[in-house]
């Protein structure tokens, strides 16, 4: 078994590394900035050059090296290497290659191309690790195209309703998505500072996001109204004084999935 499941998470023995383990280890191959995944107190870290902005915003000054997706590296006699999931931005599948033999490591991925993360790439393995947290077949998810229509749609009606429309998703990823396929002709994209915080770290690091006013206290709250406010599902809306009248939570019912409105 070139990889087995352990106490500390997914082992290479060959090369005695871990893939995103969830105790602290020697070595980690971290497949994505996502904190199910990339924790802290590993001695050493290895990531995408594109992932390791945001695995250093959660964890600090941490031990990371870095690789571009595709590159090898050989540890022991194991051959790794990084391919886009479509998951986050820098989010990657691993691949794993010993004596001929490879596995695969899929992280969190996602296969329709959302403008953001890099697309997702297939990777020919024997054997393939699969995450599967929307797999049951109850998930069924409408082409982002339909949805962002609807969101788009939603939002323009709020307008000419007078009202601030809040649309909330993961401050890392989900937001972004959002962010990258609402229609700025609409009005303003608007942001809580959690999610800002994400979005400047992404745009250092080269990705082109579409512009976006963080939320303060120093804007007065009327001029929300009509525009849009990207918030994360826990974020608090003080700033926007009582301007609030429409709300969707872009995950509500991820977790039950009766609904089926939300994507991953
Ligand atoms: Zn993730």
Known sequence: MLLTFTSKGI???????????????????ITHGHADHSRWGHKHYLSTKAAAPVIYQRLGDINLEVVDFGEVTQINDVKFSFHPAGHIVGSAQIRVEYKGEVWV?????????????EPFEPV????????????????????QKEVFADVN???QQNKEAG???????????????????????????YTHGA???VNEVIRNQGVALKPTVR???????????????????FSHWEPLGKEIQAILSWHCFWLDGTEGSSQT
């Open 11 to 29: 082992y290479c023995r060959q090369a005695d590394v871990y893939i995103d383990p969830w105790k602290p280890v020697k070595k980690a191959l």
């Open 195 to 197: 999610v800002e915080n």
């Open 124 to 143: 020919k393995c024997n054997t393939f690790i699969t995450e599967s947290t929307f797999g049951l077949p109850i998930y069924k998810w409408a082409p």
């Open 163 to 189: 009202k601030v429309t809040i649309l909330t998703g993961y401050a890392l990823g989900k937001a972004q998505r959002i962010i990258e396929h609402l229609d700025e002709g609409i009005g303003t994209i």
């Open 153 to 155: 749609a939603w939002w």
């Open 215 to 233: 939320v303060t206290q120093d804007i007065d709250p009327k001029e929300f109204k009509g525009n849009i406010v990207v918030g994360y599902p």
């Open 105 to 117: 490591v899929s992280g969190d991925y996602k296969l329709e191309n959302d403008g953001i993360s």
